[in-house]
């Protein structure tokens, strides 16, 4: 089983096939619009921007499971990320990312990676935070919080899981990597 082997719905609720993507590299993240992350999308668009023509795709998957932070709708949130960060990746339909309503792909991302560990002061924050909703969240792959990131090789692998505090240079260096 790999990336192309699931499907998922726009934010207009018609199917894709992730094989759609075969050949790139995918980047997938869960999103929200009122975390203390959200500003990644910034990094993100930048990242899009120069890595596209050689081959990158960004799947967004905003996601309500952390602080009620995507409360709007799916055109609510397209409206506010396109207004305010100029995406253009493809967003797709707010998803639940962990327990049973978890859409397959995060299942799979899920079950097949381990927890990063938090980095920085943002780090130690955020621990505090998802212990009290997880007491073994070291200790279990399950997606911890918006902005979480699984980069996927041209050929549907999971090749990194980026926790949302690890530098976006990073990321960036890892997505260079895979292309």
């Not at 899009?48 to 998957?61: M, Q």
């Not at 253009?88 to 990312?97: C, E, I, L, N």
């Not at 991302?109 to 007491?135: Q, R, S």
């Not at 530098?167 to 997505?175: D, F, I, K, Q, S």
Request: charge should be negative.
């Amino acid at each position: 089983m790999n990336a192309y082997d699931f499907t998922v719905k726009t934010r207009k609720g018609e199917d894709v096939a992730l094989s759609d993507f075969r050949g790139k590299v995918l980047l997938i993240v869960n999103t929200a619009t009122g975390c203390g992350f959200t500003p990644q999308y910034k990094e993100l668009q930048e990242l899009y921007d120069a890595d596209r023509d050689k081959g990158l795709e960004i799947l967004d998957f905003p996601c309500n499971q952390f602080g009620n932070q995507a409360p709007g709708d799916n055109e609510e949130i397209h409206t506010f990320c396109t207004g305010r960060f100029g995406i253009t990746f493809p967003q797709y339909g707010k998803v639940d990312v962990n327990g049973e309503n978890a859409i397959p792909l995060f299942r799979w991302l899920t079950e097949n990676t381990t927890f990063g560990g938090f980095k920085g002061a943002a780090g130690l924050a955020l621990g505090a935070v998802v212990k009290k909703m997880d007491k073994d969240y070291k200790n279990n792959g399950s997606v911890k919080w918006n902005f979480t990131k699984f980069l996927i090789d041209r050929n549907g692998e999971i090749v990194a899981r980026f926790e949302p505090t690890e530098p976006m240079e990073t990321v960036r260096r890892a997505v260079e990597a895979a292309l």
